[in-house]
């Protein structure tokens, strides 16, 4: 129903520990789905966290049925409400890959994540959800259900020597280098 201003690295918002869902298939937490659905979809975003557009509850969104202009080359992640998220790894295995972000915009860098989790939650109407996933999947897991924790991905990072502008780091995704 509306698209909202994504909040940028250093508003001290995306900084703060989201507050689990208390009351689920409501027409709040309806509403805030679809403002996440529309705001997402008009950024080309992967994922967006409801803290991502200054809403302290852990809500995120992600997936799609179609490609993702900003990450053509990446299998397709199932479309997925979830909400009071918990992740557990299965096992101790990491792998390091490029991750991009709506509120550190114009920028990539290489983030560890465990290559194999499994995740639990809810959906808006309060349904449970407990999947496995692993590779493209289980990083976008992550890096969105952070943003309910406090941390964006260049907190997750390594080694700060491979993290840069898309524009210098993927030429060929110039026309998404204000993501």
Known sequence: MTVHDILKMGDARLLRVAQPV???DTDALHLLVTDLLDTMRA???AGLAAPQIGVDL?????GSNARNPRYPDRPLVPPTVLVNPVIT?????TEDDWEGCLSVPGMRGIVPRWSH???TGFDQYGDP???VAEGFHARVVQHECDHLWGKLYPMRMTDMGKFG???V????????ADD
């Not at 790894?89 to 295995?93: I, R």
């Open 22 to 24: 208390a009351a689920f």
């Open 43 to 45: 950024a080309n975003g």
């Open 58 to 62: 852990q809500v995120v969104i992600f």
């Open 89 to 93: 790894p299965l096992s101790e295995a």
């Open 117 to 119: 989790i499994r995740y």
């Open 129 to 131: 959800i407990d999947r």
């Open 165 to 167: 502008f898309t524009e």
């Open 169 to 176: 780091l993927f030429p060929d995704l110039a026309a998404y």
